[in-house]
């Protein structure tokens, strides 16, 4: 049976309706969580690359001394090189 009831020219789902929807967004919420989470620890399990190896220590260093503040401007890229590149075979 429907109960829907009208309220201001509108329908109204039952209150049963509005309970069961509330319950079943946080499942769907914890089950998103958990495959994150999953995904992140997983993660973290995979091997660096070693191109990426340095900047990935770096990362952790500035993070350990400065606890992760990012308003420290702590970790700034390394300077661009002002002068041109040359490439091989050019004059």
Do not use: C, H
């Not at 309970?19 to 995904?39: F, T």
Request: aromatic fraction near 8%.
């Amino acid at each position: 049976r429907f109960d829907w009831a009208l309220a201001n020219g509108r329908y109204a789902a039952p209150a049963a309706y509005t309970v069961r929807l509330i319950e079943l967004q946080e499942e769907v919420q914890m089950r998103i969580q958990g495959l994150l989470l999953g995904d992140i620890v997983s993660a973290a399990d995979e091997a660096t690359p070693p191109k990426y190896q340095g900047l990935v220590e770096r990362y952790y260093q500035v993070l350990s001394r400065d606890g992760g503040d990012r308003s420290s401007n702590a970790f700034r890229p390394p300077p661009v090189s002002k002068t041109p590149a040359t490439t091989k075979g050019t004059p």
